[in-house]
DNA sequence: AACTAAAATGACCCGTTGGTCACTTTAGTC
DNA sequence: GACTAAAGTGACCAACGGGTCATTTTAGTT
């Protein structure tokens, strides 16, 4: 578009992009944060700038206002997450309940260990405010999970491993418990957390049969 | 306590009693309205009020402050449930996944079509804020619930009918996609509505197995 | 070292809204 | 119909917090 040297001699002095790009991502993961503790009502954009080491004013040189940031947050997050999706795939005669145990419970493990297993809880909680959010999630987010669960309910139906044909058809039935155990931990912070890895067992025995009693 | 010319004498002058109470009604349905449709922090008193045909002084005539409107409509709602629950008892030799169906789906289009069941919702997401609301949602609420299915869970192991020992041990199990699909209508609520009644039906037919190809 | 454009700052502004209170209206009692 | 206690009212207040912008700091260039 633009040559090199106009490029170049435009950005001739101050701070390199590099650091603006610094800035940008330590506030986009302080925004995260104060908005999974506190929600998006409840986070102060001088919190948000606190956390970062930053001063309020900051966050307008990067965002329109919260809700670009928050709108921000969110997308980054699911860029992020989409990028590092790597489901392996079922072994020839694997049954499909142990191969989704084997593929999911790392991965929720994982999910758990990072925090990042709350954003859902924040869309739920938030979604209804931000219509247009909640859409780019379910598209972005949501949909591929349930395309992909769709899959090997197909796999698992065509194995006559199920009791109905109602998982290809119904794919949030998998997901949901994880979902429900997510909400219950952040409601009951203090007391009787659930493992959402156990849930997700247990949920894979109910439906597919225990692994070791098939 | 004080004597019955005393209480009779003090209210003596002035609106009855029963007219207060009505007021106080009209009030708390404003504000379960307002609440679900808006959440706690975007719900104004002013609109409350509004709602309620009456003035925005008048609402702390009988509540201390927004918290404690809050408080008292998840309270009343609770109240409310809980007088309204009466299950049936299943058949000697019912299947439990036919009891469930029969006793359950009629519930839920009950708890649809009086708008009652986005409250778990506006539970999930303003929760964290309210701590000690959410215990008592959980024990007023989501106990008893876990309590019944297990009680049922136990019928359906005894019995076999079951692939695994878990929903027993994890009765959450078996609310968890009623509730996911309540978020789900509450996120998306112009495109797509998910029908409770079929997601949980498709629950039963998957983990109990369809009734009619048994 | 001088220069300067971009980045960062934080005191300030001002709209919003929860909550107050002096006043008005209502409805039982005598 | 006069009396009065409770219910209801809505203009008003104060605080809070999102967003602004004149000023200062930073760092790449010459």
Do not use: C
């Not at 700038?49 to 809700?67: E, M, N």
């Not at 079922?90 to 929720?108: C, I, K, N, Q, S």
């Amino acid at each position: 578009m633009t040559d090199p040297a106009t490029a170049k001699g435009r950005r001739a002095r101050g701070p390199s992009p590099a650091k603006t790009a610094a800035t940008r991502r330590a506030l986009l993961d302080a925004a995260l944060h104060t908005f999974l503790e506190y929600g998006f009502a409840d986070t102060r954009m001088s919190d948000v700038a606190k956390r970062a080491g930053l001063a309020k004013g900051t966050i307008y040189r990067h965002f329109d206002d919260k809700t670009a940031l928050f709108g921000e947050v969110l997308r980054t997050i699911m860029a992020g997450a989409a990028a590092g999706s790597a489901l392996p795939r079922p072994r020839a005669e694997e049954h499909t309940g142990d191969f989704l145990r084997r593929a999911v419970l790392p991965m929720l493990a994982q999910l758990q260990a990072s925090g990042m297993i709350a954003v859902p809880r924040l869309v739920a909680a938030e979604g209804p405010r931000f219509p247009e959010l909640a859409a780019v999630y379910r598209r972005v987010a949501i949909e591929p999970v349930l395309r992909i669960i769709r899959v090997y309910a197909r796999r698992a139906e065509r194995r006559g491993e199920l009791r109905s044909e109602g998982l290809s058809q119904m794919p949030i039935l998998l997901a949901a418990p994880v979902v429900v155990a997510t909400l219950w931990n952040g409601l009951f912070a203090s007391d009787g957390q659930l493992e959402v890895t156990a849930v997700f067992s247990a949920w894979i025995d109910l439906v597919f049969g225990n692994s070791t009693a098939r």
